[in-house]
């Protein structure tokens, strides 16, 4: 019987903030590609797309017109993913194989800038900085609604994850109920902090720095690493050093530091490949219930 190698053996790894094991294959790495090669994109975008939804003083899908914004811009979702109806509830629904419950929530899109051609890895510091300065104010605003228990802020970047218009943007889902995977990282975040007294990112991360073997990016204030339970190529999570539950704890340093690895992070990723590459990315954060979250982390996805 050979000793286990973990670089070479299949084997399974834990992922502890949502209580769940996913499958290694390393040795599969090794195997040759004969699959689709991508072309490098040459197309070079307008600063101003007179036919873009969400460009400056454009009308968007509703026959509505953006205002000519110089910074950033936010508006409700024209094709939102939940509404902030009160819907009727039938009980019998809850009781066959075909379950479904209603849920009430508000979409909002986040134009990054007013140029159409820029992503984040493009966009100086302060411009970031001017973003993150947004998300802070929409988590306020939205957590503060009676009904709004999480406030989920994530950017879909490229065509082939599912974003519809290249202008920089992300989205904000404020929902009455925690997503699945949000609702498993605080029951297992929670869960540690009872037992520890110590986050589960904040002492994870420390065992992280000592091993220095998937550390990405390090500044002051954050790190960028591939996480050990990582299920997508190329994943990546940024995690703050300092033990803090939402985005509106950021001091002026740390959202310095989190626009700057922000900025690296997706630079890499589009030097890696020669090309401005699609991603999914979200941040999580502690529930906007009015309750205590001593145990919750800020990290992001």
Request: glycine share 4%.
């Amino acid at each position: 019987m050979k000793n286990f190698d973990i670089t070479e053996d299949p084997h399974r790894r834990f992922n502890p903030l949502i209580n769940e094991w996913v499958l290694v294959s390393p040795h599969r790495a090794k195997r040759p590609w004969q699959g689709q090669n991508e072309t490098i994109s040459t197309e070079v975008l307008p600063k101003h797309d007179p036919t873009c939804y969400l460009c400056p003083g454009n009308a968007r899908a509703n026959g509505m017109h953006n205002p000519k914004y110089d910074n950033r811009f936010v508006f409700e979702n024209d094709f939102a993913a939940m509404k902030q109806d009160e819907i009727m509830f039938e009980e019998d629904i809850k009781h066959t194989f075909f379950k479904a419950q209603p849920e009430r929530g508000i979409s909002r899109v986040v134009c990054f800038s007013p140029r159409h051609d820029l992503t984040l890895p493009e966009m100086d510091i302060d411009e970031i900085e001017n973003i993150i300065t947004t998300w802070k104010k929409e988590y306020t605003e939205l957590g503060n609604i009676k009904y709004i228990n999480y406030v989920q802020i994530f950017e879909n970047k490229g065509a082939i994850m599912g974003c519809s218009n290249p202008h920089p943007h992300g989205q904000i889902w404020a929902q009455s109920s925690l997503p699945t995977q949000v609702e498993k990282t605080q029951n297992n975040q929670k869960a540690y902090f009872d037992k520890n007294g110590t986050t589960l990112l904040a002492d994870y991360l420390k065992a992280e720095l000592r091993s220095g073997e998937r550390i990405v990016i390090e500044n002051d204030h954050f790190v960028a690493l591939v996480p050990f339970w990582a299920i997508w190529p190329y994943e990546t999570m940024i995690i703050s050093k300092r033990s803090f539950g939402k985005i509106t704890d950021l001091t002026t340093d740390e959202t310095g530091s989190f626009a700057k690895i922000l900025k690296q992070l997706t630079a890499k990723y589009d030097n890696l490949f020669n090309t401005s590459f699609p991603y999914s990315s979200g941040i999580h954060q502690s529930p906007t219930d009015g309750l205590e979250h001593s145990e919750w982390h800020f990290h992001m996805h």
